[in-house]
């Protein structure tokens, strides 16, 4: 009888400690979704389904900086988690939409083509870029009608135009 009553108050004890554990752990109920992911007008490739809750969509970290050209370190000494640019040869080159926000210049299609844009100011065209073919890190030159070069590339999806160029060009300060 006393073997009974042992194998149960261990029984319960056990029962009880899983029953604490579980009612101070934190339940979440979400769903998962795959959306489109469209930086700078350019559409992104995603490997990992995002998570829907309370209206919010949640993408991977590192996914998210991949994108955005960010790699991602965690320091776990300090629990914090570290953005950085992944490499200095990105600050070499601007997209269409940075340029266009911080020199004033408008950007538009050409036509009824994806990949031909003109780049304008006070309605005189300054620079046609035709990127029809272009891959990933594949360089291209185009010449402004003033006869400058500028080299052009898709960088992790997005089109970007050489900063030195630009600048030699003087159509960037």
């Excluded at 994108?67 to 320091?75: D, P, R």
């Excluded at 003109?118 to 620079?127: F, G, Q, R, V």
Aim: aromatic content about 6%.
């Amino acid at each position: 009888m006393k073997k009974v009553i042992v194998a149960l108050s261990v029984g319960m004890l056990i029962g009880s400690s899983s029953m604490a554990v579980a009612a101070t752990s934190k339940k979440v109920q979400a769903t998962l979704a795959n959306f489109k992911v469209i930086v700078n007008g350019q559409s992104k490739s995603v490997t990992s389904d995002q998570l829907l809750y309370k209206g919010n969509t949640y993408l991977q970290l590192r996914e998210a900086a991949k994108i955005l050209g960010y790699e991602v370190n965690y320091a776990s000494s300090t629990r914090s988690i570290e953005f950085s640019a992944k490499s200095q040869s990105q600050a070499d080159w601007i997209t269409l939409i940075d340029l266009s926000a911080s020199n004033g210049y408008q950007v538009n299609l050409k036509g009824d083509s994806s990949d031909v844009y003109n780049i304008s100011k006070n309605l005189k065209t300054i620079l046609s870029v035709n990127a029809n073919g272009l891959k990933e890190d594949e360089e291209k030159v185009v010449t402004s009608p003033s006869g400058n070069t500028v080299r052009i590339k898709k960088l992790q999806g997005s089109l970007v135009l050489n900063r030195a160029d630009l600048k030699k060009a003087g159509l960037i300060l």
